[in-house]
Structure formats: structure tokens, C-alpha cells
């Protein structure tokens, strides 16, 4: 029975693996069609950051109610039912397309859906990881989830950005459903519940649930710091997602098929991170939280060294390359230990209330960053910025992982493999 159960878990984690793989990767093809076409017809960062914030700020707000609803349905008929909705709503944009042709308005309308039906797969998923493959098989669990958004990280700029401009906007669609509809293929047969324990579920109003939520997560004080670094990293980071489409293409004019593989690189730096975080095991996990956070400052202030400099295209594009893929590569130094951390120090009967608040908090600072910093970048030069956020970031992470508070959670805490 045990062997059995093993099997089970091991089909469970590579099926995880590939239908993120597949999300990722028609999301990454479909997000960057979008992000160069709104440019292409804008010409403004704030318009290209305004679809950010439909991205993520809907998502934000419907995360806490995806919490209730995973801590008291069953968590597997919420994922489908996601699943189902998204590829539904892609099929929708389709026809809309065809009839109507596509717009800024339909753009914004569609990435509102996506995110506010993605919260609710988004929490169901991330609340049931332990349960799919079992405490042991966590950081490896999260390690894939990570890859498979590299490869789509990978695969979607660097084909979205080939075939910008030579193919509709009908045929990014169209590959998005269809990756869609084969991870929801992948969903229906796992199974969710195999290291789950039976609890019995109280029948009590939402508010009065996502009270004792919040009242639980006041006794985490480790997963109270990991969700502050967190905000602030998320927030600070919205000036390299949102800055550095803008710089290359407005400012250093890169063509579009390069601003792809940029884009790409950075994927890689997130493959090479994840495969080396699935087969190591971690014995000082916050310390390298603490090396990779201030890694992540010191390249965003980087970024604005071709813009004190002359460089060439072919010099500009290896140096935004290799930044980008250090930069990546660092985001998963800090955000997977981070992730592990928290998934093992939440109990089961709160883990879907406490990830929907954490989504809340930690997401919801990305709109608020990418209004900020797409009106920044159209109004203030871009290597200020930069520098500013870098050095901002780097002040508040080393008051938030200070070495005396980490040292002792080091002691508490290690990662098992």
C-alpha cells in the first residue's frame, strides 16, 4: 500500500509538472503578444502597466474569498472548475476577435477574467501541494512549479517575440486554449486528497473564518517576515517588469524578437535556480534567502549602467542577457526556500485562508508598483529609477532579514529534501 501510495504521489508531482508547464507556456506566449502590441500602439509605459494591473490587482482582491472557498470545498472541483472557466474565456475572446477584431478595452477585459478566475486555481493549488505529493516532496514540488513557469518563460518571449507581428493576434489565443485545455486534461486525474488528513470541516460564516485566519497567521511571526521581504521584493520588482520592456524597446529601440530572448534569459536563470533547488538540500535556508534578496538589489541597480553608456546593440543586448538571467535566477534563490518555509509551518485546516491573505498582500503590492513605476518611467529618466529602487530595496531587506533574526530561525528551520 505504501509502494502504491509513493507511485501515486511521484505520477502526481510529474503531472503537476507538465500541466504548469503547458499553462506557463501558452500564458507566456499570449502575455508577451499582448505586452508588445499594446506598446506598439501606445507607446506608453503606463498603458503597458495598466494591463499589469488588470493582471494582478483583480487577483489581489478575489484571493481572500479563493481562501474560504479552498479551506471548505473540495479543493480539486475548485481547480477543474478554474481550469474549465479560463480555457472558456479564451474560447470566448476568440469569437470576440473574429467578429469584432481585438482591442485595448477586450485586452483589459479578458486579463481582469484570467486573474480573478486564477486566484481561485491559483490558492486551490498552492493549498494542495502537501497533500499531492507529501511534506517530503515539497521543496521538489516547488521546484518544478518553477520550472515549468521557466519553460514558458522561455518558450513564450522568445516565440512571442518571433512571431510578433507576422501572425494574428487570433493564433496567441488560440495556443493559449489549447495549452490550457491539456492541463486541464492533466488535473482531472490527480489525485488530490492522498496525503490529505481528514479534518471536520465547521460550518461558520466567511468573515468569521477569515478573522480566525488572520488571528492565525498573528502567531507566525517567521511567516509574518517572509511575507514582508516578499511585499517589498514583489513591489520593487515591478520596476524591472514594467522599466525594462519600456527602456528597450522606447529608449534603446531593440527589436522586438530580441527583447524576447532577453526576456528568455531571464526564464533560464529561473530553470537553472529551480533544477538546482530540486536536488539541493538546504541546511542554512534563510541565509540563502539573505544572499539571493540583496543579489536581486544589486542588479536592479545595474540595469541603469547602459544608459550612463554608449553601448552598441550587440553589447546591450549580452548585458541585459546576463542581468536578467541573474536577476531570475536570484527571485528563485529567494522565493522557493521562502515558499517551503511557509507551506511547512501552515496546519492544513488554514493553509487555504492563509495563502489567500498571503496572495492578497504580497500580489496586491504589483499593481500598486506598476501604476507607480510606469508613470515613473514616463516622466523621470530610467537609470534614476533604477538606481533608486535597487538601493530602497536593498535598505528595507537588510532591516527585515537581519542577520540576528535569521541566524536563529536557521536554527529552527531546515528544509528537507
Same mark, same amino acid.
Request: hydrophobic content about 50%.
Given at each position: 500500500?505504501?509502494? /502504491?501510495?509513493?507511485?501515486?504521489?511521484? #505520477?502526481?508531482?510529474?503531472?503537476?509538472?507538465?500541466?504548469?508547464?503547458?499553462?506557463?507556456?501558452?500564458?507566456?506566449?499570449?502575455?508577451?503578444?499582448?505586452?508588445?502590441?499594446?506598446?506598439?500602439?501606445?507607446?506608453?509605459?503606463?498603458?503597458?502597466?495598466?494591463?499589469?494591473?488588470?493582471?494582478?490587482?483583480? #487577483?489581489?482582491?478575489?484571493?481572500?474569498?479563493?481562501?474560504?472557498?479552498?479551506?471548505? $470545498?473540495?479543493?480539486?472541483?475548485?481547480?477543474?472548475?478554474?481550469?474549465?472557466?479560463?480555457?472558456?474565456?479564451?474560447?470566448?475572446?476568440?469569437?470576440?476577435?473574429?467578429?469584432?477584431?481585438?482591442?485595448?478595452?477586450?485586452?483589459?477585459?479578458?486579463?481582469?477574467?484570467?486573474?480573478?478566475?486564477?486566484?481561485?486555481?491559483?490558492?486551490?493549488?498552492?493549498?494542495?501541494?502537501?497533500?499531492?505529493?507529501?511534506?517530503? /516532496?515539497?521543496?521538489?514540488?516547488?521546484?518544478?512549479?518553477?520550472? *515549468?513557469?521557466? +519553460?514558458?518563460?522561455?518558450?513564450? =518571449?522568445?516565440?512571442?517575440?518571433?512571431?510578433?507581428?507576422? +501572425?494574428?493576434?487570433?493564433? $496567441?489565443?488560440?495556443?493559449?486554449?489549447?495549452? @490550457?485545455?491539456?492541463?486541464?486534461?492533466?488535473?482531472?486525474?490527480?489525485? $488530490?486528497?492522498?496525503?490529505?488528513?481528514?479534518?471536520?470541516?465547521?460550518?461558520?460564516?466567511?468573515?468569521? &473564518?477569515?478573522?480566525?485566519?488572520?488571528? @492565525?497567521?498573528?502567531?507566525?511571526?517567521?511567516?509574518?517576515?517572509?511575507?514582508?521581504?516578499?511585499?517589498?521584493?514583489?513591489?520593487?520588482? *515591478?520596476?524591472?517588469?514594467?522599466?525594462?520592456?519600456?527602456?528597450?524597446?522606447?529608449?534603446?529601440?531593440?527589436?522586438?524578437?530580441?527583447?524576447?530572448?532577453?526576456?528568455?534569459?531571464?526564464?533560464?536563470?529561473?530553470?537553472?535556480? &529551480?533544477?538546482?533547488?530540486?536536488?539541493?538540500?538546504?541546511?542554512? =535556508?534563510?541565509?540563502?534567502? #539573505?544572499?539571493? &534578496?540583496?543579489?536581486?538589489?544589486?542588479?536592479?541597480?545595474?540595469?541603469?549602467?547602459?544608459?550612463?553608456?554608449?553601448?552598441?546593440?550587440?553589447?546591450?543586448?549580452?548585458?541585459?542577457?546576463?542581468?536578467?538571467?541573474?536577476?531570475?535566477?536570484?527571485?528563485?534563490?529567494?522565493?522557493?526556500?521562502?515558499?517551503?518555509?511557509?507551506?511547512?509551518?501552515?496546519?492544513?485546516?488554514?493553509?487555504?485562508?492563509?495563502?489567500?491573505?498571503?496572495?492578497?498582500?504580497?500580489?496586491?503590492?504589483?499593481?500598486?508598483?506598476?501604476?507607480?513605476?510606469?508613470?515613473?518611467?514616463?516622466?523621470?529618466?530610467?537609470?534614476?529609477?533604477?538606481?533608486?529602487?535597487? +538601493?530602497?530595496?536593498?535598505?528595507?531587506?537588510?532591516?527585515?532579514? /537581519?542577520?540576528?533574526?535569521?541566524?536563529?530561525?536557521?536554527?529552527?528551520?531546515?528544509? =528537507?529534501?
Amino acid at each position: 500500500m505504501e509502494i /502504491r501510495k509513493i507511485r501515486r504521489a511521484q #505520477r502526481n508531482l510529474y503531472t503537476f509538472l507538465v500541466s504548469k508547464m503547458l499553462t506557463s507556456l501558452g500564458f507566456g506566449v499570449f502575455n508577451f503578444g499582448i505586452s508588445l502590441y499594446i506598446l506598439s500602439i501606445t507607446g506608453s509605459a503606463l498603458s503597458f502597466a495598466t494591463n499589469i494591473m488588470f493582471n494582478v490587482l483583480p #487577483r489581489a482582491l478575489a484571493a481572500p474569498l479563493a481562501g474560504y472557498v479552498a479551506d471548505h $470545498f473540495p479543493k480539486k472541483r475548485i481547480v477543474i472548475l478554474s481550469m474549465s472557466g479560463i480555457t472558456l474565456s479564451v474560447g470566448v475572446l476568440i469569437i470576440y476577435t473574429l467578429i469584432f477584431g481585438i482591442s485595448v478595452p477586450a485586452i483589459y477585459t479578458i486579463t481582469t477574467i484570467f486573474s480573478i478566475i486564477g486566484a481561485f486555481n491559483g490558492v486551490a493549488f498552492s493549498s494542495s501541494i502537501p497533500n499531492l505529493v507529501g511534506k517530503e /516532496r515539497l521543496q521538489k514540488a516547488l521546484s518544478f512549479n518553477q520550472i *515549468s513557469y521557466s +519553460i514558458g518563460g522561455i518558450g513564450g =518571449p522568445a516565440i512571442g517575440g518571433m512571431l510578433f507581428g507576422f +501572425i494574428s493576434m487570433k493564433v $496567441f489565443l488560440f495556443v493559449m486554449m489549447i495549452a @490550457y485545455f491539456i492541463a486541464l486534461c492533466l488535473e482531472v486525474t490527480m489525485d $488530490f486528497t492522498l496525503f490529505e488528513v481528514k479534518l471536520k470541516k465547521q460550518k461558520e460564516s466567511m468573515a468569521k &473564518s477569515m478573522k480566525e485566519g488572520f488571528q @492565525y497567521l498573528r502567531t507566525k511571526p517567521l511567516v509574518q517576515t517572509l511575507l514582508m521581504a516578499t511585499l517589498w521584493i514583489n513591489f520593487f520588482s *515591478s520596476a524591472v517588469s514594467v522599466g525594462l520592456v519600456f527602456v528597450l524597446v522606447q529608449k534603446l529601440s531593440i527589436p522586438s524578437s530580441h527583447v524576447g530572448f532577453i526576456q528568455g534569459a531571464g526564464a533560464i536563470g529561473m530553470l537553472i535556480a &529551480s533544477l538546482y533547488l530540486s536536488v539541493r538540500n538546504l541546511k542554512k =535556508p534563510f541565509m540563502f534567502i #539573505r544572499r539571493s &534578496s540583496f543579489l536581486m538589489c544589486t542588479i536592479i541597480v545595474c540595469l541603469s549602467i547602459p544608459l550612463f553608456l554608449s553601448l552598441n546593440g550587440v553589447h546591450t543586448f549580452v548585458f541585459y542577457s546576463v542581468m536578467m538571467l541573474f536577476f531570475s535566477a536570484m527571485s528563485i534563490g529567494a522565493n522557493t526556500p521562502m515558499g517551503v518555509v511557509i507551506q511547512q509551518s501552515i496546519d492544513q485546516e488554514h493553509r487555504g485562508r492563509v495563502f489567500g491573505m498571503m496572495e492578497t498582500l504580497s500580489v496586491g503590492t504589483g499593481p500598486l508598483g506598476s501604476l507607480l513605476f510606469g508613470a515613473l518611467f514616463d516622466a523621470v529618466d530610467p537609470k534614476v529609477i533604477f538606481l533608486c529602487a535597487g +538601493i530602497f530595496l536593498f535598505c528595507l531587506l537588510l532591516w527585515l532579514l /537581519r542577520l540576528s533574526k535569521l541566524t536563529t530561525a536557521d536554527k529552527l528551520v531546515q528544509i =528537507p529534501h
